[in-house]
Nanobody
Framework: QVQLVESGGGSVQAGGSLRLSCTASGSIWDIDAMGWYRQAPGKQRELVARISSGGPTNYADSVKGRFTISRDNAKNTVYLQMNSLKPEDTDVYYC?????????WGQGTQVTVSS
């Protein structure tokens, strides 16, 4: 089992920045990838950014150039730096840890961007 604890959500005005953190504990030694997803009410959860254990990253087109995902293996933590936030970034953000074939999700953190 992997437990994920997220922090860093909140409210910000458009153009502002937030940094999300997700710390993993438990059976973390062979986590393949970690990432961030987001979900609005009534919509499917969608990828925001993902980072593999070897370092490669991928981003949703809507956040490229604004968001940066990074990983501190010593702290078992993944970060999502979100700059130039837009109202359409408002969602609940969920941390994912992938340890094939299992997926582990955090509890979610709300990000609200006002215009």
């Amino acid at each position: 089992q992997v437990q994920l604890v997220e922090s860093g959500g909140g409210s910000v005005q458009a153009g502002g920045s937030l940094r999300l953190s997700c710390t993993a504990s438990g059976s973390i030694w062979d986590i393949d990838a970690m990432g961030w997803y987001r979900q609005a009410p009534g919509k499917q959860r969608e990828l925001v950014a993902r980072i593999s254990s070897g370092g490669p990253t991928n981003y949703a087109d809507s956040v490229k150039g604004r968001f940066t995902i990074s990983r501190d293996n010593a702290k078992n933590t993944v970060y999502l730096q979100m700059n130039s936030l837009k109202p359409e970034d408002t969602d609940v953000y969920y941390c994912l840890a992938l340890r094939a074939p299992y997926e582990y999700w955090g509890q979610g953190t709300q990000v609200t961007v006002s215009s």
